[in-house]
Protein backbone atom coordinates (compact mmCIF):
# COMPACT_ATOMS: atom_id res chain seq x y z
CA UNK A 1 0.00 0.00 0.00
CA UNK A 2 1.40 3.72 -0.99
CA UNK A 3 2.17 6.00 1.92
CA UNK A 4 -0.23 9.07 1.34
CA UNK A 5 1.80 12.26 1.72
CA UNK A 6 0.08 15.32 1.51
CA UNK A 7 1.98 18.64 0.68
CA UNK A 8 2.25 22.05 0.83
CA UNK A 9 3.78 24.46 -1.60
CA UNK A 10 3.62 28.35 -2.37
CA UNK A 11 2.10 29.62 -6.17
CA UNK A 12 4.72 30.68 -8.69
CA UNK A 13 7.61 29.65 -6.70
CA UNK A 14 10.22 26.74 -8.07
CA UNK A 15 10.10 24.10 -4.54
CA UNK A 16 12.39 21.58 -4.25
CA UNK A 17 11.16 18.97 -1.98
CA UNK A 18 13.20 15.63 0.01
CA UNK A 19 11.25 12.27 -0.64
CA UNK A 20 12.04 9.76 1.45
CA UNK A 21 10.76 6.16 0.12
CA UNK A 22 10.69 3.30 2.75
CA UNK A 23 9.98 0.02 2.83
CA UNK A 24 6.19 -1.59 3.54
CA UNK A 25 7.44 -0.88 7.49
CA UNK A 26 7.32 2.54 6.80
CA UNK A 27 10.74 2.95 8.43
CA UNK A 28 13.24 1.53 6.83
CA UNK A 29 14.85 2.82 3.72
CA UNK A 30 14.25 1.73 0.91
CA UNK A 31 17.36 0.89 -1.34
CA UNK A 32 16.87 2.61 -5.02
CA UNK A 33 19.38 0.75 -6.58
CA UNK A 34 17.79 -0.97 -8.93
CA UNK A 35 14.94 0.85 -9.34
CA UNK A 36 13.66 4.13 -12.12
CA UNK A 37 11.28 6.43 -9.90
CA UNK A 38 8.85 8.36 -11.79
CA UNK A 39 6.69 11.81 -10.12
CA UNK A 40 3.26 12.34 -11.95
CA UNK A 41 1.93 15.43 -11.04
CA UNK A 42 -1.74 15.78 -12.45
CA UNK A 43 -5.14 18.02 -11.22
CA UNK A 44 -5.81 15.06 -9.30
CA UNK A 45 -5.96 11.54 -8.54
CA UNK A 46 -8.23 10.37 -10.98
CA UNK A 47 -6.65 12.55 -13.97
CA UNK A 48 -5.35 10.65 -17.04
CA UNK A 49 -1.34 10.50 -16.11
CA UNK A 50 -1.07 12.06 -19.50
CA UNK A 51 -2.42 15.02 -18.68
CA UNK A 52 0.13 15.60 -15.98
CA UNK A 53 3.64 16.25 -15.99
CA UNK A 54 6.14 13.78 -15.19
CA UNK A 55 8.88 14.37 -13.75
CA UNK A 56 12.42 11.32 -14.02
CA UNK A 57 16.06 11.59 -12.98
CA UNK A 58 17.65 13.90 -14.70
CA UNK A 59 14.21 15.61 -15.57
CA UNK A 60 12.78 17.10 -12.59
CA UNK A 61 14.02 14.29 -10.00
CA UNK A 62 17.58 13.75 -8.34
CA UNK A 63 19.00 10.77 -6.30
CA UNK A 64 20.12 11.95 -3.16
CA UNK A 65 20.83 8.52 -2.26
CA UNK A 66 19.74 5.50 -3.66
CA UNK A 67 20.84 2.81 -0.68
CA UNK A 68 19.20 5.47 1.25
CA UNK A 69 16.12 5.89 -0.46
CA UNK A 70 16.14 9.80 -0.60
CA UNK A 71 15.34 12.02 -3.67
CA UNK A 72 14.80 15.46 -4.64
CA UNK A 73 12.28 16.30 -6.69
CA UNK A 74 12.09 20.14 -8.46
CA UNK A 75 8.21 21.61 -8.64
CA UNK A 76 8.78 24.77 -11.21
CA UNK A 77 6.49 27.64 -11.17
CA UNK A 78 5.14 26.80 -14.23
CA UNK A 79 4.08 24.06 -12.73
CA UNK A 80 2.96 26.13 -9.29
CA UNK A 81 1.22 28.57 -11.63
CA UNK A 82 -2.61 28.93 -10.56
CA UNK A 83 -3.30 28.04 -6.92
CA UNK A 84 -5.63 25.28 -7.73
CA UNK A 85 -5.06 21.62 -6.04
CA UNK A 86 -2.92 19.00 -7.70
CA UNK A 87 -2.17 15.07 -7.11
CA UNK A 88 1.29 13.30 -7.26
CA UNK A 89 2.14 9.65 -7.69
CA UNK A 90 5.54 8.61 -6.58
CA UNK A 91 6.16 5.15 -8.68
CA UNK A 92 9.17 3.02 -8.97
CA UNK A 93 10.32 0.52 -11.62
CA UNK A 94 12.82 -2.33 -11.23
CA UNK A 95 14.35 -4.10 -13.47
CA UNK A 96 11.86 -6.21 -15.29
CA UNK A 97 9.57 -3.17 -15.99
CA UNK A 98 7.03 -3.83 -12.92
CA UNK A 99 5.81 -0.45 -11.49
CA UNK A 100 4.80 -0.13 -7.84
CA UNK A 101 3.54 3.13 -6.35
CA UNK A 102 5.52 4.50 -3.35
CA UNK A 103 3.94 7.55 -2.20
CA UNK A 104 0.92 9.80 -3.51
CA UNK A 105 -1.28 12.45 -1.94
CA UNK A 106 -2.29 16.24 -2.71
CA UNK A 107 -0.06 18.85 -3.22
CA UNK A 108 -1.72 22.42 -2.15
CA UNK A 109 -0.68 25.45 -3.87
CA UNK A 110 -1.24 28.62 -1.50
CA UNK A 111 -1.91 31.90 -3.17
CA UNK A 112 1.61 33.89 -3.46
Known amino acids: ?10 QNNDVLLTLSVTEADGVTAQDLTDY ?14 AS ?3 LGVGTG ?9 TLT ?3 THEMLAQPVPL ?5 LTD ?15 SPA
Open 1 to 10: MPSLIALSVT
Open 36 to 49: TPAMIVKGSAYADD
Open 52 to 54: GTT
Open 61 to 69: LTMVSETGG
Open 73 to 75: ALL
Open 87 to 91: WYRLD
Open 95 to 109: GLGNRTTSQNGPITV
